[in-house]
């Protein structure tokens, strides 16, 4: 890595210890960052780091990945002569003809101070451009940006919300989530939002694995307050992504996230009144700004 050698030997974890979520905290010293922020700069910085991780070999993986995610929510319209004309009304419900992704991402960090997440925002990115996804597509909220950050993510393209949805984000077509390394709530709140069948099959998630968040809690804990993280361990497909060990902090833990119709045979067909949304009156780390009380 060109500038960056020292910077990734701070930030390398010790073997054997569990990488934690995100800080949730705003930096206090958000002010000073930004009076210095070079917005040039920083994107310069930005598309160069695109440019290394572009050439690593685990990036090629991320991409096929991707591919084969994207293919399982905008089914290909090849052979229609052949199909059935029930299949064909079918499948004109499930997604509109020319269709693309778009993305949310959340939980990012700052970027501009912190390696692993402009790391993060360098695969973001590289994933847009290959998913063919427009970058004004691709809507991106932290409330530990700064100003000047809104600004450099603004002047790549991307679209800067200015309202913490919580993760609570309904889907209208295929999305793309990206959420590196971001508390269990947000996770939960966005599977709480879009519990039926018409919506989870159009999600894409790549951040955490749902496998590796029950491991790492008490079932009974993780059942009581995480329950639709839980409920989708079993009706979720789950795809590991390769991560090289000098970026342990950066990608850890890492798994493309689908929701295949083959899978939600017999999915509860609950009402939204029916189902409860996520309080999280037991959990004392919540590891979430709530909507209340972010900036």
């Not at 050698?5 to 054997?16: F, I, L, N, P, S």
Request: aromatic share 8%.
């Amino acid at each position: 890595m060109s500038d960056n050698a020292d910077e990734w030997q701070v930030a390398r974890r010790r073997k054997g210890t569990a990488r934690k979520s995100k800080s949730l905290h705003v930096p206090s010293n958000s002010t000073f960052c930004e009076e210095q922020l070079d917005i040039g700069k920083t994107v310069k910085r930005i598309r160069d780091t695109v440019s290394e991780l572009s050439c690593e070999e685990f990036w090629q993986e991320w991409k096929e990945q991707l591919r084969v995610a994207e293919s399982a929510v905008i089914p290909k319209r090849e052979n229609k002569e052949t199909e059935e004309p029930t299949d064909q009304l079918q499948k004109s419900r499930d997604v509109t003809p020319g269709q693309q992704l778009e993305c949310v991402c959340y939980g990012l960090g700052s970027f501009s101070s912190c390696v692993s997440a402009r790391y993060q925002l360098a695969m973001l990115l590289l994933l847009l451009d290959s998913g063919q996804i427009p970058l004004k597509d691709c809507s991106i909220y932290d409330p530990a940006f700064s100003s000047g950050e809104k600004d450099v993510l603004r002047e790549l393209g991307l679209t800067v919300l200015t309202e913490n949805e919580e993760g609570k984000h309904l889907v209208s077509g295929p999305t793309l989530f990206y959420l590196m390394h971001c508390g269990k709530a947000l996770y939960n709140n966005l599977l709480w939002r879009n519990w039926n069948t018409q919506c989870l099959p159009w999600m894409i998630i790549i951040g955490n694995s749902f496998n590796g968040m029950r491991d790492r809690t008490i079932d009974r804990e993780f059942k009581r307050d995480y329950s639709y993280i839980s409920q989708a361990v079993s009706v979720c497909e789950e795809r590991q992504l390769p991560c090289p060990s000098r970026l342990i902090d950066v990608f850890s833990d890492t798994a493309v996230i689908t929701f295949p119709n083959s899978r939600l045979d017999g999915f509860p067909q609950s009402s939204r009144v029916e189902l409860a949304e996520p309080q999280y009156e037991h959990c004392t780390d919540l590891e979430i700004i709530r909507k209340e009380t972010s900036s």
